[in-house]
């Protein structure tokens, strides 16, 4: 190595160590290509995707508006998975766009892209690491993507700690920091994992059956939960839990054979009879 390029790297260094830097991962995962100009931060339009030619998502039009709380319901096969297999890029829609702010095409960015983007998902089953501590599993989520995290470990670990304590705040962890994840109640696993998430500050995030098998206790804590998030960040909720819907429900959109059948607030769609004959009428 050159003299000079010793010299530059060892200033890049430097000013990566300084105090006051700011490092890129702990900024919020502001996109520089996000534009949310128009207060929308996700569309689907004209979205459509066959399974051996049955429709599962049939022109599916949704927009979610930065910062909103949305909750999404509709019966077994209504294809509410299906959409948010299509935000994250696990399926590809046949045809239709979807679209992170006004620039970004999600259609062109491959599962990790758009996560690092700022979408993060949760999976209905828990994916937490049992044999780690709480505080572990949070730190492994935020070292996921970042190499420099491992190079500037010593420096990090501050900002880092930061991070995770403000995370366990939100998520309910603090006195359970240094429990082994294994021993938590499920309530407990599924926090954790939304911590997880939010260690990459997502600016969406998608999440599927939260309250299943949950206590009304963990529900209950798991609306406020939801509820706080929202504002900084796009939530976009599935759930088959009426009641749990109806305690965080502000914009609720319900989704039948791939389409959107009904949006307004909770007594709007549940006085709906096009709602009311899919839900009771049987079809
Ligand atoms: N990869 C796939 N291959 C074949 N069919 C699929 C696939 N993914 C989903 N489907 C079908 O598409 C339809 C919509 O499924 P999806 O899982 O999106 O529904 P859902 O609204 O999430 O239902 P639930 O409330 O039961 O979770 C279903 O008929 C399902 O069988
Ligand atoms: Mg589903």
Redesign the pocket.
């Known amino acids: 190595m050159s003299g000079n390029l010793l010299r530059e790297g060892l200033d890049s260094v430097r000013a990566t160590m300084r105090r006051d830097r700011v490092f890129d991962f702990m900024l919020p995962a502001d996109n520089p290509r996000l534009d949310i100009s128009h207060n929308t931060l996700l569309y689907l339009e004209d979205v459509s995707v066959s ?2 030619g ?1 429709r ?1 998502i049939n022109n599916l039009n949704l927009y979610i508006d930065d910062g909103e709380l949305r909750c999404i319901i ?10 948010m ?1 299509i935000i994250t890029g696990k ?1 590809r829609p046949d045809s239709g766009t979807v679209y992170f702010g006004q620039r970004i095409n999600l259609l062109k960015l491959s599962e990790p892209e758009i996560a690092r983007a700022g979408i993060g998902r949760k999976f209905q089953k828990p994916t937490v690491f049992e044999n780690l501590s709480v505080m572990e599993n949070l730190e492994l989520a935020m070292a996921g993507e970042k190499g420099v995290w491992r190079t500037f470990r010593a420096r990090l670990d501050a900002a880092a700690n930061e991070r995770i304590d403000e995370v366990l705040e939100l998520i309910g962890l603090v006195s359970e920091r240094r429990r082994s994840a294994g021993v938590l109640s499920h309530g407990q696993k599924q926090w954790l994992e939304i911590g997880m998430l939010l260690m990459q500050r997502p600016r969406l995030l998608l999440v ?2 939260p309250v299943a098998g949950m206590t009304h206790q963990e529900m209950d804590r798991t609306a406020e939960l939801l509820t706080s998030l929202a504002g900084d960040h796009s939530v976009v909720v ?1 759930e ?1 839990d009426m009641e749990f819907v109806r305690s965080i429900a502000r914009k609720v959109t319900v ?1 039948h054979q ?1 389409s959107v059948l009904a949006e307004g607030s909770m007594d709007e769609v549940q006085n709906d009879p096009k709602v009311v004959e899919v839900y009771l009428g049987g079809d």
């Open positions: 399974f051996d049955f599962a509709g019966p077994n096969g209504a294809g509410k998975t299906t959409m297999d399926t599927d059956e599935v088959h989704l791939g």
